[in-house]
């Protein structure tokens, strides 16, 4: 066994779930426990979190219902995808100073055992390790694949994307520039419309904020008299409502998110203006992003190309200390993230 990289520390700070968020969660839902560090068995890992990625799915994953990962338990540290460096290891794959990227917890040290996702990545061949977290991760894969083979837009196409200037949203608006669309992008207040503008090339902003549906519906049609062709949907609720008014004859629908409905007390929200899709002959497909894990490399290739040549901008939003997870985690359904947002847990 190596012997542990960093000999000071000896106690694990964990961001703790104790209760279950009733709505958007609240401090008391949660506390930040002190732990020894765990031992190792053969196989296993110690990985020093530096970064945890802070996604709107985590607030699922607080809920005990069905989903596609099990609910965190009751205790746990929340569950969250980190890049961090392996501080302890009892594997011939993973040597202690690695960078590794893997589904851990919001915790300073997450012992990871053999079979679970975690992988080595290169910090040098990146501007920052973080975009591990951020456009050549998950978000930009999501953005990725969710618009080009869910979306599936040719050149000429009008895409609308709700969420517009999040992580994901602000990708899909630039990749369909790239491809050649008309991009129309729906986020909230006047701030982060004009950053759907200036820094994410859409060509119409819509800010949703105060508007009923049929305000909304009236907004996008006045910036697409004709119709869209693809829908990016992060959002649901008014927004999607208002969408599925404008659509184009054989629209495509890539249902990505509906965050407007997960902090939700009274179940799913869900759509009322599905009719259009009969009407317009539309299709609306809902995906995940480990959908496309086999083509992760060819995606993440691309991406990375377009980052180096700067084509894509992609801003990350990192607060600072495990003690702000809660505050940090409530950006995003506050909306006052600027990018993608992520919580720095050490140096
Ligand atoms: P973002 O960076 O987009 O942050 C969330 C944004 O959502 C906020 O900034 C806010 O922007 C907007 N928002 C929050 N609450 C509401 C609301 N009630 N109504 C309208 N807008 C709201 O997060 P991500 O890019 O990480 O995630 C975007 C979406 O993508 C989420 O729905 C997420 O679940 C989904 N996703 C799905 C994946 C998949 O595999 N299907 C993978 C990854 C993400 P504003 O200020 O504009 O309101």
Redesign the pocket.
């Known amino acids: 066994m190596n012997d542990h990289a960093d000999a000071a520390l000896q106690i694990n700070r964990r961001f703790t779930l104790q209760r279950r968020p009733n709505g958007l969660p609240v401090a008391e839902d949660f506390a930040l426990l002190t732990a020894p560090l765990p031992s190792l068995q053969p196989g296993q890992l110690l990985v020093r979190n530096v970064c945890a990625s802070l ?3 985590i607030r699922g994953w607080l809920d005990d219902l069905p989903s596609y990962l099990p609910p965190v338990a009751l205790g746990d540290a929340v569950r969250a995808t980190t890049v961090g460096r392996v501080l302890a290891s009892r594997n011939p794959e993973f040597a202690v100073g690695q960078w590794v990227l893997g589904l851990n917890a919001i915790e300073d040290v997450s012992l990871v055992s053999p079979g679970g996702f975690t992988m080595a990545i290169d910090a040098d061949a990146v501007p920052s390790v973080t975009n591990y977290l951020s456009v050549l991760g ?2 930009g894969l ?1 953005a990725y694949f ?1 618009l080009l083979e869910v979306g599936k837009p040719s050149a000429g196409d009008t895409v609308l994307v ?8 602000s990708l899909v608006g630039q990749i369909a520039k790239i491809k050649g669309c008309r991009t129309i992008g729906i ?3 006047a701030d ?1 419309c004009r950053r759907l503008l200036r820094d994410y090339g859409y060509d119409v902003a819509v800010d ?2 105060g508007k009923s549906v049929d305000e909304l519906a009236a907004a996008i049609a006045a910036a697409a008299p004709d119709g869209v062709d693809v829908v990016f949907e ?2 649901g ?1 008014v ?1 999607l409502d208002a969408t599925l008014r404008n659509l184009k004859r054989g629209a495509r629908i890539a249902l ?5 409905e ?1 902090n939700s007390t009274s179940g799913r929200i869900g759509a009322r203006n599905i009719w259009e899709l009969i009407v317009k002959s539309a299709t609306i497909s809902g ?4 959908d496309f894990l086999p083509r992760f490399g060819e995606g993440a290739l691309e991406m990375a190309s377009w980052l180096a040549q700067g084509k894509l901008r992609a801003d990350e939003h990192i607060d600072d200390g495990i003690e702000n997870a809660l505050p940090a985690f409530l ?3 506050e ?3 600027q ?3 992520m919580l720095r847990i050490a140096q």
Request: hydrophobic residues 40%; glycine residues 22%; proline residues 2%.
């Open positions: 996604d709107p799915a998950a978000v999501t969710g709700s969420g517009a200037a999040g992580a994901v949203g986020a909230g207040g982060k949703y904020r992060n959002v609720g927004v990505c998110g509906l965050i407007s997960y995906f995940l992003i480990s950006r995003l359904f909306g006052s993230n990018g993608k947002m």
